[in-house]
């Protein structure tokens, strides 16, 4: 009898997600629209989920949480201070312990390289809840707000302005996969990840789209029809709060920056955000924000994920 070897899929780059993105998207609006009658269906029954924090979190914890239970799972939550990884013990005996524990690993990491290396030496899937390269699962729920509020991906214009970081790497990929076309403006110095951005543009050509960087925030905002930004001081970079704040100022998402974005434009932030900073108060708390349908559609990207990878 030959033996079928079934591998495990890690998610840790949006890239990871290309051959079935499309699909959990289609699932999640679905789940998420038109609830299935009676009993909920439980894919992740007896199933554990560990969740490794370097860092804070409100919604990928709790988005990661609740969607494991609702899915029929247990989800554990180890914070930053339980596990000290690579201090207190390698990330290869980490990884090799929880994989003998759980189901799964969700791991939000300050280093990317440390997140391959906890999935190399795991023998369960491994799902990036942020690091500082991507945040794979933030970008799935995106584009289902996207597709959401507009009905489809293909041929729209996003533009994403401030720091070229995780959330802006992930995006890249995500608009490529979906044949959505981005700009990114970023300080030069600040600009996204030159690799992510070549793979990205790899797939934009593929799928008939254009996704580029400029330095001009009035530029990449022009026939918008989604205005995108983040955070300019990410976890960890504290320490550069004051700089990045001059830096950044141009980028700021307000009234006079969104004027030539298309009529229905739509405002997208992560979140946390920071209101007078990244963006105004009008724009954050205005009619065009879908900030918070985003956080929620954190949870349902993230059902469509588990089901299809644990
Ligand atoms: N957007 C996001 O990942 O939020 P948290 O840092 O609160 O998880
Ligand atoms: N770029 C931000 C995203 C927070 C969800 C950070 O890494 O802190």
């Not at 609006?29 to 804070?56: I, N, Q, S, W, Y």
């Not at 434009?265 to 879908?290: K, N, Q």
């Amino acid at each position: 009898m030959n033996a079928v070897i079934q591998l495990k899929r890690d998610l840790i780059s949006v890239l990871d997600m290309k051959d079935y993105l499309e699909k959990i998207l289609g699932k999640a609006l679905k789940a998420k629209t038109d609830p299935p009658k009676g009993r909920r269906p439980e894919p992740l029954k007896r199933k554990v989920l560990a969740m490794v924090f370097e860092k804070p979190s409100l919604r990928t914890r709790v988005s990661f949480e609740i969607a494991v239970t609702q899915l029929g799972g247990t989800a554990i939550y180890i914070s930053p201070n339980e596990i000290k990884i690579g201090e207190r013990e390698s990330v290869a005996d980490v990884a090799r312990v929880l994989s003998g524990y759980s189901d799964g690993i969700m791991y939000r990491a300050f280093s990317n390289e440390v997140m391959r290396e906890l999935a190399e030496h795991a023998t369960v899937p491994v799902i990036n809840g942020l690091d500082d390269k991507e945040h794979p699962c933030q970008c799935a729920g995106d584009l289902l707000t996207i597709l959401e509020k507009k009905k489809t991906l293909k041929g729209l214009q996003l533009a994403y302005v401030g720091d070229g970081n995780n959330v802006c790497n992930s995006l890249l990929l995500g608009c490529a996969i979906s044949g959505m076309n981005m700009r990114a403006a970023t300080p030069k110095t600040h600009a996204p990840d030159a690799g992510i951005l070549e793979k990205a543009q790899a797939v934009a050509e593929e799928k008939e789209c254009v996704v580029e960087v400029t330095s001009n925030p009035f530029e990449a905002v022009e026939n918008a029809d989604i205005v995108y930004t983040d955070t300019w001081v990410s976890m960890g970079q504290e320490e550069e709060k004051e700089e990045r704040e001059a830096l950044f100022l141009p980028y700021q998402v307000n009234a006079k920056l969104v004027e030539k974005a298309n009529k229905e434009w739509i405002f997208m932030h992560c979140l946390p955000a920071h209101r007078g900073y990244e963006v105004s108060e009008e724009v954050m708390d205005g009619p065009h924000s879908v900030v918070f349908d985003q956080a929620v559609n954190r949870m349902h990207a993230q059902k469509a994920i588990l089901a299809e990878i644990l």
